[in-house]
């Protein structure tokens, strides 16, 4: 081995670590709460809004690309200012996802899962952003809404601003995915199908939104919003939205 | 006449970077192209009376009648649009001001229609401030938007913590019993709203985007089987707004139905939302009615009277 077999493999360290966590925060399994949520599927499935793969399909692909237009812009927003050391600015992007979620049980996942995951990053590595970021939802400061939190931690971890939107976007259908299995007629193959086919779509979501501001974020998705306010009102339920 | 710094700022949104032609009649902006209306409420003795009024052609309101059976106190302006619906380069603004332990209702005279447009956009600017104590219902008529065309409004509301509103609107895909390519046939919608105190951040803003290159307008989870939607926002103290939420029974029929909806919170505890799909504009006037009448009964203590039968 020579010299520059040594310089290539201590360069590819750092990217290989970093590789490594990334898949552990985008993991399904992360401890943040994220199996309480269906992401109003389960209303969906009681209204047949979903009724089988192919709806669950495109009820996924509707998430996604709401997803990316809304928490994506203040994800990303968060992102370049936990790289910049803005704190500042992460709280800004914070509350402009807060006071644009519509339904009590949205806003419980937001802020829920935001604060688990910042506790959780604390207790198993050093996330001194993020420390912050918690002192400052206990204070009441800020509401601590999960995309912003996922996006200082994937910053501190070094993640490129691309590369944690991918992680953002997955971490959405998983858990509608994962809730599909739970609630309905549908095997792992399916829903798998369906999460690979689902990347498909990240780069253009991801071109689509990259260089929007803060007030650009926007939706249009009225009988998903008809949904969310129908759960809060059913009696049988697995899910907490 | 120089464009309202407001109004102006809309011309810079994103969304409306295609659109900037002149068009090939008066030029847009121009005079006779910028409508404006300002209406303020106050109280006098028991009832409450339109002390101020300026209005701009195309926009006009006559004056405020009382004819509101369940509320005799209560001013009622209609708004008019004397130009027959927006055009292209039309920009207009309205103000509406109800003072301190004053009510009033403002609605429009027929729907509104966005006229289709080869050139250039329509842009609207409304400001609602309503102070301590005071209650509005601001429910403009359904927006029509036509085939091709464009149309932006920003509605910035500045509510006092015991101030009640309701205000929404109601949409229309386009002229749908005129022509297949009318149903999201326009080119582009945005409406955005903000709340606030005064002199605060804002509490809740929302901003509804649809472009014509939307591939989703017919997925289950958006408007597949429906051409009509509603968002009215109940902004009341949280003691009121949970009673009307409690009161409201949503509406999801799987088998069929003429329209769905349901009550969500707002963030910040400002208030309620109903949303509301259907597919005429009859059913979805009826989930709205049905919502607006638990909310006077709540907020003011008076009931609704049975709509009009032209309405």
Known sequence: MDAGDDTIRSAAVPNMVRLGRLLQFSDSTLPVGAFAFSNGLESALQ????????????????????????????????????????????????????????GEEQQLMLARMGKKLAELALKIGPFPRL???????????????????????????????????????????????????????????????????????????????????????????????????????????LFMN | ??????????????????????????????????????????????????????????????????????????????????????????RYKIDITVEEGACAQVISQGANRIHQMDANYASQHQSVTVGAGAYLEYLPDFTIP?????????????????????YGEMMMSGRKHHHADERFGFDLLSMAVSVRRADGPVLFTEKVLIEKSDPTIDFAGVMKGFDTFANIMCLAPPKIAARIQERFEPHFETEAPRAISGVSKLPNAVGLMLRVVGIETHDVRKEVRRFWRIVREEARGKPLPTEQYWR
């Open chain 2, 146 to 166: 036509y085939r091709g065309s464009r149309f932006i409004n920003q509605t910035d509301i500045v509510l006092d913590e015991t101030g009640i509103l309701l």
């Open chain 1, 131 to 237: 420390e912050r970021w918690l002192g400052d939802i206990k204070s009441g400061a800020t509401p601590g809404c999960f995309p912003v939190g996922q996006a200082i931690a994937l910053a501190e971890l070094g993640a490129p601003e691309s590369e944690a939107f991918v992680v953002h976007q997955y971490g959405v259908a998983s858990m509608i995915l994962s809730a599909a299995v739970r609630l309905m007629r549908i095997d792992h193959l399916d829903t798998q199908r369906i999460l690979f086919a689902a990347q498909d779509r990240v780069a253009d979501d991801y071109h689509a939104v990259r260089a929007l501001g803060l007030d650009e974020m926007a939706v249009f998705a009225p009988i998903f919003d008809v949904l969310v306010a129908h759960h809060t009102t059913t009696r049988v339920r």
């Open chain 2, 1 to 90: 006449m120089p464009l309202h710094e407001l109004l102006g700022r809309l011309d810079e949104a994103r969304e409306l970077s295609p659109y900037h032609t002149e068009p090939g009649q008066m030029r847009a902006a121009g005079p006779g192209k910028i409508g404006e209306l300002r209406l303020g409420f106050s109280r006098r003795g028991d009832r409450s009376v339109l002390h101020d009024l300026y209005r701009v052609a195309p926009l006009l309101v006559q004056r405020a009648l009382y004819w509101d059976e369940g509320m005799p106190e209560l001013p009622i302006c209609t708004i008019i649009s004397v130009g027959g619906g927006i055009l292209q380069g039309d």
């Open chain 1, 47 to 102: 209204t047949e809004v979903v009724t089988d793969p192919a709806s669950l399909r495109e009820y996924v692909e509707l998430i996604l690309r709401q997803s990316a237009r809304m928490d994506g812009i203040a994800f990303l927003h968060a992102h370049r200012a936990a790289m910049n050391g803005d704190h500042d600015a992460i709280l800004v992007a914070d509350r402009a996802i807060w006071c644009r979620r519509v």
